[in-house]
């Protein structure tokens, strides 16, 4: 899809479909001009994140799943016995709304023993999520959108960037989605390559996920599951970003975030920073 087209669709999905299209004259965000690249993971310690992993009491990292290794976050069951649905979570210190989160992953190592075959090589960065401190002790996943992070088994496609909801829903091609999950249209990355995973995400109008660069998925208007017999649920504007412990290890170098929400209010503005933003390819370096 061309830049030109690719914008537009954006600001259709962003409910401005008033908008004049801007000129394509962008400069990269990386060279200086607009909002910059915040990384979330200082690559020394985990002072800004905080962990709740199922069984266990809010901010207590069993078995110290999550740590950082040679200046990545790892996400490890070396002192694990079994994996026993200890679904866990690491969220940053705070929430967000506009934004373009970015995430440098690889899989790394076997699944630890217990771990439920759908789970091998699988994890995910949950966004719009609810605030960690009010989850249940024996609530696996927060109410959250999922940004699926897969990779390949070895047997034929298995796409990364997918869409999941815990506890949400949302719209594609005007109709409410209510299946778990939903494919993205990516590549198959096997073995221990990285990939970076980018998702923008637009308050409650729009999300869209990119893999190396490339667009992958997009849907609109993220919202809870529905209550009282209603179709659709309370549309979801911002909430916390985490990163996902499911079985598998796995290893994140990069969690950066370009944060949009000084520009929500103003269309021109916020459609010219995303130009910017989608005219620079960023893929993920071996």
Known sequence: MNLKKNISLI???????ALPLLSLTVTPISSGGGPKWEPLFNGKDLKDWTVKIRTHAFNENFGNTFRVADGKIQVNYDQYDQFDDQYGHLFYKKPFSYYLIAAEYRFIGNQVKGGPGWAFRNSGIMIHGQDPATMEKDQ???VSIEVQLL??????????????????QYI??????TAHCRDSNSKTYDGDQWV?????VLG????VHYVNGEEVLRY????TDPVDGSKEGKLIRSGTISLQSESHPVEFRK???????KYSRDPKKLAKVIEALMAEKRVAKQ
């Open 11 to 17: 600001l259709k999905g962003a409910a401005i479909l």
């Open 140 to 142: 696996d996943f927060p």
């Open 151 to 168: 990779g390949g088994n070895g047997k034929g496609k298995r796409s990364t960037a997918n869409v999941c909801t815990p506890g949400t």
């Open 172 to 177: 594609m091609d005007n109709s409410v989605i």
């Open 196 to 200: 970076r995973v980018e998702a923008l």
């Open 204 to 207: 409650d109008s729009l999300v």
């Open 220 to 223: 609109r208007k993220p919202q």
């Open 255 to 261: 969690v950066e975030i370009v944060n949009l929400e």
